[in-house]
C-alpha cells in the first residue's frame, strides 16, 4: 500500500513539466508543486516538530492547501483541516483538541497563540516557511500511519476528531479511481471545500493521473461556469444544492461548458427534478452519484450514467459499492437483511477510519468488528444497488407511522415552483411529531402559494404529510437548509457559509415570515418546552441556539411568538391557542394601517410585549403611521409594552454615517445620558427645535431588567445572544455607534409633533440601540483587502443598489462617497436581459459577490457604509461611551462581525467598564 508521498512522486515521475494547480492568476507544474512540499515540511520541522505532530489549516481553497494537505502527511505529519465556518470556541476546542503544534491560515487567529504555538498566515509567512532547501517526502511514513483528523460537525455536543490513516485515504483514491476513471487530460474543479475529505479526495486522485486542478475559494454558481468555460474544466465535485444552482445559472445565463464531461454528487440524496434540470444543463457530463462519510475516507458507492436512468426505478439508487469496499444492510441485531428489506447500512473495508480521537465510546457505538455502521437507514436490491431511506436519527415518526424526509421532498421537487425543498420533523402535542416542509421557490414562481403545495402534495402522498410552510424571502444562499443538522449547521458537504451571505435579520430569517409560519411558532414553543434535541431541524444556525439562549437567560418565558412579518391576524389568534405568554414583533416596516387589527390582537392577548423598531421609525415610513402603531398597542397594553427602537439592517444601510460624522454622533450621544438616568433631555427634533422627551421614558428609570422581560437581542444570530450572557448576564444594553438608531429617536419626536401636541410616545420602557459595525478590521488591516470583500464586501454592495433605491424613494441626499458609482451600476445592470438583471440586484441583496460588481468594492464604498471600524477605534468610542456616565454597554454583532475579534475587543474593554 502506498503513502502520501507516492502520488506526487508518479505524476513528477511522467509529467513533471504538467500544470498540478491553477489558483486564479498563479500556475504550477507538478516539479513545482513536488518542491514546494518538501520546502514546507522542511520549515515545519525546523519549527521544532516532530513525527505525528498535528498540522492544522484553516483556510478556503488554494494552491497552499494543495500543498499542506499533501506535503504535511507526505512529511509524516498529521494535517487537521479545519471548517471554515469555525467560530472561535469550535476552532479552539479542535485544536486544543487534536494537540495542534502549526496553524496554517487564511484569516486573522490573534486570539490563538495561547493553545498554538505557531500560527503561520498563508503570504509572506508562508513562502518564508519554504525557504529552505526541499526534504525528502515519505521518508519513515508507513501506511497504517495517521495521516488526518478530520472534525465532523458537533450540534448535539462536541465534535468528533475522525482518524484517517494513509491506508484509509490511499485506498479510497483507488477505489475511486476504478468507479471514475481520470486522465493526465483531466482538468478538475475543486468546487467542495478541502476541509471535507470528499473535497480532498479529489485531489489525490487528480494527482495519481497527473491531471491539472483548479481551486475555487468560495462557491458562487455564476464563478464556477465562468471557470468551466474559461479553463475547459472536464470534472467537478458538488452537492445536490451546488447542481441546482449551477443549472439555474445556466438556464439564465448560458455559458460553454461543452468540456465538462463529469460531475460527482454527494452529501445528500439528490432529488430527481434536480437531477432532471442539471442533465439538461450540462448535456454532455456523466453525472455520478457517490455515497459514503468522513468516517470512510469517505467514499463508499457510486451511482454511475445518471443522466441515463431519468425514469428508471434505479435512478433512486446511490449506487453499488466501489471496489474493495463491503457494504450490508443490517438489522439492530447485526443480522444482513434480504433485498428490498429496510436496515442500517454497515460498511466494511480498508477506508473504514481508526476511530475518533480521544473518544472511545463514541467509536465504539459506530466501529463494531471493524464495520462501520453509518447511521443512514436503506435497502439493498438484488443487483446490490443501495437505496438511502433517510438518516435514521432524520426519520419523523407521527401517529405512529414512520415518514422519511427523502420521500416528501421528492414529491415537492416535482413542482414546476418549487427549487429547494427541506422536508422535517418538529415536535407535536397530538402526533409525537409533525411533519413539515421549507420550500424555497424558483425566480420566476416567487409569489408560491403555500395551498398549491398542499394540494399537490396530497396527489402523491398521505394525509399525515400535510403541511408546508414557504420559507419567506430565501434565495439559493440558503443553500445549507437540509433535512441533516449536523451537515445544515456548517453547510451543504461542510461547504462554509460566505461571511454575509444571511442580509435578513434573524426574525426574518425565521421559517414563518408573512404570516404564514405557525410551524415555526410550534415548533419554537415545543422546543422550549421539551428540548432541542427533539428538533432535528429548525433552522439550526439561528433558531436552535437562539431558543436555547434565550430559555437560558430569560427564566419567566413560557412561550415566544415570532412574527417575522405581522400582517395576518390568524398568526396571532393561533399563537393566543398555543398559550403564548410573550409577543416578539420584528420588522416593524410593516406597523401600517393596515395591521391596527393584528396589533390590537398581539396587545389583547398577550400579557408582554417586545417591539424591535428599526426601519419604521428610521425614516423610511411615514413617521405619524408609526407613531400611530405604537399608540395603538401602547393603549391596548399599558405598562405591558417594552419597546425596542433599533438600527436594523435596512436602517443601517439607509440611515449609516461615514465615519468622518461619527463625533457628531458621540456629542449627540452625550446630550442622551440625562434621558438614560430617567431624567428630562432636551434633544434637536430639527435644525433649530428642542422638544422635552422625559414622556418617553418611565419614572423608574431607564430600562427594568427584574422585569419579566430582561432581554431586548439586537443581535442577528446566536453568537450576539451567547456574548450577551458571557458579558451582559442578560441585560443587554447596546449603545455602541450607528446613527440610525438615533435617528429614529428623532423621527419619533418629531412625530409626536406632528400630532397636535399630544404625547403619543410609548408609556412603556424606551430601549435604544445602536451598532457600529459589521465587520471589525485588525489594525492595518486594508479597506479593499481580500479578506474585507470576500466578509464585508457584499454587505456594502447592498448598500449602494439598496440604500440608493431607500435614499432617493424618501427624499434623503446619498453620501457623497458613493457618488457617481450608482449611474455605472444602473447602466451595468440595463445591459443584462429583465429576468437576468432582477436576479443580479436579489444577488446583491443577499451579498453574493459577483465578478462584474468587484470594481465597486473600494475603500470609498465600505467606508461610506458606516460598516466597518478598526478594533482600538471600537475600543475608543466603548470607552468614551462609559466615561459619559454609562453603565452598563453590550456589543450585539451583526451576524457576519468577526467573532474572535469582537470578544477580544470584549475582553479588552469589560474590566474597565
Not at 491560515?105 to 490563538?112: C, N, S, V
Not at 396530497?458 to 410552510?469: L, P
Not at 428630562?680 to 430600562?703: C, N, W, Y
Request: proline share 5%; with cysteine.
Amino acid at each position: 500500500m502506498h503513502t502520501f508521498a507516492d502520488p506526487l512522486a508518479r505524476a513528477v515521475q511522467v509529467a513533471a513539466g504538467k500544470t498540478a494547480v491553477i489558483d486564479q492568476d498563479k500556475t504550477f507544474t507538478y516539479s513545482e508543486l513536488q518542491d514546494r512540499c518538501g520546502r514546507l515540511v522542511k520549515g515545519l520541522y525546523a519549527l521544532g516538530l516532530q513525527k505525528g505532530d498535528r498540522v492544522a489549516i484553516w483556510a478556503n481553497n488554494c494552491h497552499q492547501y494543495i500543498e499542506a494537505y499533501v506535503g504535511v502527511p507526505a512529511g509524516g505529519l498529521v494535517i487537521v483541516p479545519l471548517n471554515t465556518r469555525h467560530a472561535e470556541p469550535e476552532l479552539r476546542y479542535a485544536l486544543e483538541d487534536s494537540g495542534t503544534r502549526v496553524l496554517l491560515t487564511d484569516r486573522p487567529a490573534e486570539g490563538l497563540q495561547d493553545i498554538v504555538e505557531h500560527v503561520i498566515s498563508l503570504d509572506d509567512a508562508y513562502e518564508n516557511l519554504l525557504a529552505a532547501e526541499p526534504a525528502a517526502l515519505g521518508v519513515g511514513v508507513q501506511e497504517n500511519d495517521l495521516a488526518g483528523l478530520f472534525y465532523t460537525g458537533g450540534t448535539t455536543g462536541q465534535s468528533k476528531g475522525v482518524m484517517l490513516s494513509h491506508r484509509n485515504l490511499i485506498s479510497n483514491t483507488f477505489h475511486w479511481l476504478s468507479s471514475a476513471p481520470q486522465s493526465d487530460q483531466d482538468v478538475m474543479l475543486v468546487m467542495a471545500p478541502l476541509f471535507h475529505a470528499a473535497g480532498s479526495n479529489g485531489v489525490l486522485s487528480s494527482i495519481w493521473t497527473a491531471g491539472a486542478q483548479l481551486t475555487l475559494g468560495a462557491f458562487a454558481p455564476g464563478e464556477v461556469l465562468d471557470l468551466i468555460e474559461r479553463h475547459k474544466v472536464s470534472m467537478t465535485l458538488g452537492v445536490p444544492t451546488m447542481l441546482a444552482a449551477m443549472a439555474e445559472e445556466q438556464h439564465v445565463n448560458p455559458r460553454d461548458v461543452s468540456s465538462l464531461r463529469s460531475i460527482g454528487h454527494g452529501g445528500s440524496p439528490i432529488a430527481t427534478e434536480v437531477l432532471r434540470r442539471t442533465c439538461t444543463a450540462f448535456p454532455g457530463a456523466e453525472l455520478i452519484e457517490v455515497y459514503g462519510a468522513t468516517e470512510l475516507s469517505p467514499l463508499t458507492t457510486t451511482l454511475r450514467n445518471e443522466q441515463n436512468l431519468l425514469g428508471d426505478e434505479r435512478a433512486r439508487s446511490c449506487g453499488q459499492s466501489i471496489p474493495g469496499v463491503d457494504v450490508r444492510i443490517l438489522d439492530e441485531t447485526g443480522h444482513a437483511l434480504p433485498s428490498g428489506e429496510i436496515g442500517e447500512v454497515v460498511v466494511r473495508g480498508p477506508n473504514v477510519m481508526r476511530g475518533y480521537w480521544n473518544k472511545p465510546e463514541q467509536t465504539a457505538a459506530v466501529l463494531k468488528d471493524g464495520a462501520y455502521w453509518t447511521g443512514d437507514l436503506g435497502y439493498m436490491d438484488e443487483a446490490g444497488f443501495v437505496y438511502l431511506v433517510d438518516r435514521s436519527k432524520d426519520m419523523i415518526v407521527t401517529g405512529g407511522e414512520n415518514v422519511y424526509c427523502t420521500e416528501v421532498e421528492e414529491v415537492l421537487y416535482k413542482h414546476e415552483a418549487v427549487l429547494e425543498a427541506a422536508v422535517y420533523g418538529i415536535p407535536d402535542e397530538k402526533w409525537g411529531e409533525a411533519v413539515y416542509a421549507t420550500v424555497v421557490p424558483r425566480a420566476e414562481h416567487s409569489n408560491i402559494d403555500p395551498e398549491d403545495l398542499l394540494a399537490f402534495c396530497r396527489e402523491s402522498i398521505a394525509g399525515y404529510k400535510d403541511r408546508i410552510n414557504k420559507f419567506a424571502d430565501a434565495t439559493l444562499d440558503q443553500q445549507w437548509i437540509h433535512v441533516d443538522p449536523e451537515r445544515a449547521k456548517n453547510g451543504p458537504f461542510g461547504a462554509p457559509i460566505a461571511h454575509g451571505q444571511l442580509t435578513m435579520s434573524i426574525m426574518s430569517f425565521l421559517p414563518g415570515g408573512s404570516g404564514i409560519g405557525l410551524p415555526a411558532l410550534e415548533g419554537m414553543k415545543m422546543g422550549i418546552n421539551y428540548g432541542w434535541n427533539k428538533v432535528r431541524f429548525m433552522s439550526p444556525v439561528a433558531v436552535g441556539p437562539m431558543l436555547e439562549a434565550i430559555n437560558e437567560l430569560t427564566v419567566e418565558i413560557e412561550g415566544v411568538c415570532v412574527a417575522s412579518h405581522i400582517g395576518d391576524t390568524d398568526y396571532v389568534v393561533r399563537a393566543e391557542e398555543l398559550g403564548y405568554t410573550h409577543a416578539w414583533l420584528a420588522d416593524s416596516q410593516m406597523l401600517w394601517s393596515d395591521c391596527y387589527a393584528t396589533l390590537a390582537l398581539v396587545a389583547h392577548k398577550t400579557s408582554h410585549i417586545q417591539i424591535g423598531t428599526g426601519v419604521a421609525v428610521s425614516g423610511t415610513r411615514p413617521a405619524p403611521v408609526n407613531a400611530a402603531a405604537i399608540a395603538t398597542i401602547n393603549a391596548l397594553a399599558p405598562g405591558r409594552t417594552f419597546f425596542g427602537v433599533g438600527a436594523g439592517n435596512t436602517a443601517r444601510r439607509v440611515m449609516g454615517l461615514p465615519p468622518q460624522r461619527i463625533k457628531e454622533f458621540e456629542a449627540y450621544l452625550q446630550q442622551l445620558v440625562p434621558l438614560l438616568k430617567g431624567e428630562e433631555a432636551l434633544l434637536p427634533v430639527g435644525k433649530e427645535q428642542t422638544s422635552p422627551i422625559r414622556h418617553i421614558m418611565p419614572d423608574k428609570g431607564f430600562v427594568n431588567f427584574a422585569d419579566p422581560i430582561a432581554l431586548y437581542v439586537s443581535g442577528f444570530g446566536p453568537k450576539s445572544l451567547a456574548l450577551a450572557g458571557k458579558y451582559g448576564d442578560g441585560a443587554v444594553l447596546a449603545l455602541v455607534g450607528d446613527p440610525g438608531a438615533m435617528s429614529s429617536v428623532w423621527h419619533m419626536m418629531q412625530a409626536g409633533a406632528r400630532d397636535g401636541g399630544r404625547e403619543i410616545a410609548p408609556q412603556g420602557d424606551f430601549y435604544t440601540t445602536a451598532l457600529t459595525t459589521m465587520v471589525v478590521l485588525d489594525e492595518g488591516e486594508a479597506l479593499d483587502s481580500p479578506r474585507v470583500k470576500s466578509e464585508c464586501g457584499a454587505m456594502a454592495m447592498a448598500t449602494v443598489h439598496y440604500a440608493y433605491d431607500q435614499f432617493r424613494n424618501f427624499g434623503h441626499q446619498p453620501p457623497n462617497a458613493l457618488a457617481g458609482i450608482w449611474d455605472d451600476y444602473t447602466k451595468l445592470l440595463e445591459s443584462y436581459p429583465a429576468e437576468r438583471r432582477h436576479q443580479r440586484i436579489h444577488a446583491g441583496h443577499n451579498c453574493w459577490v459577483l465578478e462584474e460588481e468587484e470594481r465597486f468594492l473600494t475603500p470609498e464604498v465600505l467606508a461610506a457604509s458606516s460598516m466597518i471600524g478598526t478594533r482600538s477605534a471600537l475600543i475608543e468610542q466603548i470607552q468614551q461611551l462609559s466615561a459619559v456616565g454609562l453603565e452598563q454597554i453590550m456589543i450585539l454583532p451583526n451576524f457576519d462581525t468577526r467573532y474572535d475579534v469582537l470578544e477580544r475587543v470584549a475582553q479588552d474593554i469589560i474590566p474597565n467598564v
